[in-house]
């Protein structure tokens, strides 16, 4: 089964952008693995902010973007706020399995 | 507005039996695909499995030959049914919708399901 892989934390100043990055032991990040992106705040359900590498949900801040970046997903954030500190989870779908990287915890300091 | 709420976690005891149900409204059940994911105690999120529109299913490898994904289009509803649970399989599990066909929007708040003697 593949891994995927992410940083397992950040920190960003308040205002600042901060890009999380998403790798796959099984070579390059393509669009046909479909990334998404989800946000997951302590004692609270995920949420996803972004789909098939960067398509937004209706909820998702405009300072969030996804993007493919030298063979791997990417996860913009422009523009920091307080409330963006959270946990971030990459998902990527593999030929019959889909595999969640291990998260990123962004610290907004 | 989408709605998708979990049902059926517990305490259950190694070797076990468990059926998960999410129930779910505000959109049209039978055209997406449905998802579980769960999440261990202070763990990242892992996928468990899908079905799609058609119901084709998929499974992790963890999970494979002991859970069993199916879904009721008549009643708007998405099952999970555990067998021989391990104390691995200890976790919150999230009903999602989206999967293979759909992408992941709407994600419920999660049951419980401990697996201890």
């Known amino acids: 089964q593949a891994v995927v892989t992410q940083e397992p934390s950040l920190t960003v100043s308040p205002g600042e952008t901060v890009t999380l990055t998403c790798d796959s032991s099984?070579?390059?990040?393509?669009?046909?693995?479909?990334p998404h992106w989800f946000q997951q705040k302590p004692g609270q359900a995920p949420r996803t902010l972004i789909y098939?590498?960067?398509n937004k949900l209706s909820w998702t801040p405009a300072r969030f973007s996804g993007s493919l970046l030298g063979g791997k997903t990417a996860l913009t954030l422009s523009g920091a706020q307080p409330e963006d500190e959270a946990d971030y989870y990459c998902?990527?779908?593999?030929?019959?399995?889909?595999?969640f990287g291990g998260g990123t915890k962004l610290t907004v300091l | 507005e989408v709605q998708v709420v979990e049902s059926g976690g517990g305490l259950v005891q190694p070797g076990g039996s468990l059926r998960l149900s999410c129930t779910t409204s505000?959109?049209?059940?039978?055209?997406?695909?449905m998802s579980w994911v769960r999440q261990a105690p202070g763990k990242g999120l892992e996928w468990v499995s899908s079905?799609?529109?058609?119901?084709?299913?998929h499974y992790a490898d963890p999970v494979k030959g002991r859970f069993s994904i199916s879904r009721d289009n008549s009643k708007n509803t998405l099952y999970l049914e555990m067998n021989s649970l391990r104390a691995e399989d200890t976790a919150v599990y999230y009903c999602?919708?989206?999967?293979?066909?759909?992408?992941?929007?709407?994600w419920g708040q999660g049951t419980l399901v401990t697996v201890s003697s």
């Open positions: 999602t919708k989206g999967g293979w066909g759909s992408h992941f929007d709407s």
């Open positions: 505000g959109f049209t059940f039978s055209s997406y695909g």
């Open positions: 079905i799609t529109n058609s119901e084709d299913t």
């Open positions: 099984t070579g390059a990040v393509t669009s046909g693995h479909y």
């Open positions: 098939d590498t960067g």
């Open positions: 998902l990527l779908f593999y030929s019959g399995a889909a595999v």
